[in-house]
């Protein structure tokens, strides 16, 4: 009798039996999905919970406060929540423009053979390897209003008659910041479309030349449509890190000058850590990430699957 | 037999372990964490090691974990810590940022520990503002008066003298910048300040010419007192400063120090740090410490130490015998002595401290009169909401440098923006 209850136990527990398989995929993949929930799930939830609570600085443990929605009523009457989407929304669409525009140049660029291609393909992608924060710091440099390249530059060049005040003119601590994020960022771009380039079948091109198609319709009509999932992968990508990024604008302008350059990012750090209103940045927080979700469900939800 | 051995084994591994965790904790020491922004700071950091070297061998099996955070990260870093219910045992906060957690009820009231020892506070510069709800919450650790330093050599060459008005100091910074190579960007400077280190510091450097001018934020009762005669002609002389060009533009408070220091700018107001780095730079035997021409000079409390109030009594008790110590009139003298800076202990014994830091009278006299006139650089009603207010106030001085705005308006609106965050 024992023998036979043991018997069974094995049978139940005996993962390597074809009806068995898909336990051993869920126990495999378990300590993963714990620590996704822990390190992503959980502090969302508390995101969640305290942006419904009028709280100044939470205390891990601490008593909840009762349930408002004040946070969200002072955010959508608040101008400066608006002036973040606006600087967000024309951070997003300029670097990924620029990121996308100067990475596939760079990605055709390097996909032709050469002299020094290997070289240059190094070179492309030599600003993703960069830490970001020593960009940045670099960055600052160049930028400096009273000693930095660019300012001179512009002045040996005829551009100006005086060095450019980067970082306290806000026209030009907006161009600052999305230049420095789009040299951060069109090298995985670069690297996104070189993969996708190659995986291009040749023989396309070659019966596009024999049909006597010019080197644009052969962009147009070979590269861009094949293109166009690597390309669309990359973008909602790209898009979420320049909605998500924080260390380029607050080492580089601070948010400032006049908010110019203060994204919702910026605005969720002020909020917590200059104002120590955590509930107000939490349902910043929230916001953004619904706005997040919105973005890339547009961009690759059922509308644009007619790229793939 | 097997199975004898399994839990032979097991037994043994049970046994270890138990002995391990019970005898673990009388055999560690006890360790106190502290971190601070000053951990390698010229002569205060110092200063700290040596108090802490003291404690260490006053209590033995006592450790203090002394930690660096960077000050431009340290208000995060500890906001963190302490909503992480994981403050370090010694906290150490600047004079602007402790009232927030102190309004939590995360400091422990300091006024027993006082009054245990005997400790009599009368005369201690700026403990006043360590006074939260009626309570005690901290050590004043430093109150300091600015200085001016500047660069007899670039001075002589321009052929001025030491200013003692603003008119004088306006005159000897535009004498004083020049473009030395003709290339079309000065590269020496009449005077310089911080505008790239946040808020706080923008209205500090900004309040050297507000309180010149006879204008302050609130008053001592804390009414918003913004929209003054005074205070537009202080905003006049701000505005002023910061677009003749006699000014470096968005720089920070290192690369403006170390400007001064390597001889590129003539005059410099600052607090007592200012020393450590002039000590380093190639312009060192050009610099002159004197009182500032911006009268009373600018001052105030700087950092204070305190103790978190939920940690267990006995690490309180040595918490507390640390702030103690560096209380003692022989850590004051040594205050002075190592780290150049005003102690504010009325029995620390001063004499003598000038014969390593010559301008040490200078910094003493300004600490005593902005000590006398109540200067402090977090305005009084206002020290809840002061990261908020100095955004408010840096933001729309520098809308009216942008913008060239008119400083009566922007008086104005300020005044009505600080009455709306002060609520």
Redesign the interface.
Known sequence: MTDTVQAGRRKFFDLARPSRQHLLGYILIAPAVLMVAAIIVWPLILAIDLSFQQV??????GASRPFSLSNYTWLFSSQEFWLACWVTLKLVVVVTAGSVAVGLSTALLVNNRFKGRTAARLGMALPWAVPEIIAVVIFAWMF????GLF??LA??LGFA???I??????TAAFWAVAITMVWKGFPFVSIMCLAGLQSIPSDYYAAAKVDGASVFQRFRWITMPLLMPVLGVTLVLTLLWVFRDFSIIKVLT?G????STQTLSIMTY?Q?????N?GRAAAVGVLTLVICIIASLLMLGRRSKSIY | MNKRLKRLALSAATATLMTIGGLSPAMADTVLKFISWQTDDAGTGEWWHSAIAEFEKQHPGVKIEFTKAERSSYADTMTTLFAANQPPQIVHLASFEFQMFADSGWLEPLDPWLEKDGIDMTGWAGQKTCEWNGETVCIMTNYFGFVMAYNKKLLDEAGVAVPKTYDEFIAAAKATTKDLNGDGIADQFGTGHETKGGPGQYLTEMLNYIIDAGAYWTDKEGNITIDTPEMVEGLTRWKTVMKSGISPVDMSASDVRKLFADGKMAMRLDGPWLYGTTEKGTAKSDIVYVAPPLTPPLGGSSNVLAMPSDIPDDQKQLVWDFIKLTMTPEFQRSYATMGGNTPPSPKADVSGVEKTIPHFPVLLQTMKEASEKGIDRVPTGLELYYNEFSKMVMEESQRMIIQDLDPAEVAKTMQAKAESIKG
Not at chain 1, 56 to 61: A, D, F, M, S, T
Not at chain 1, 256 to 259: A, F, I
């Open positions: 100044k600085i939470p205390r891990l443990g400096d209003t009273s000693f300012g001179w002045i040996q008659d005086q060095m005040p980067w970082v306290s003119s806000s601070g400032g000058p006049l908010r002020d917590a850590f200059q104002y120590h955590f």
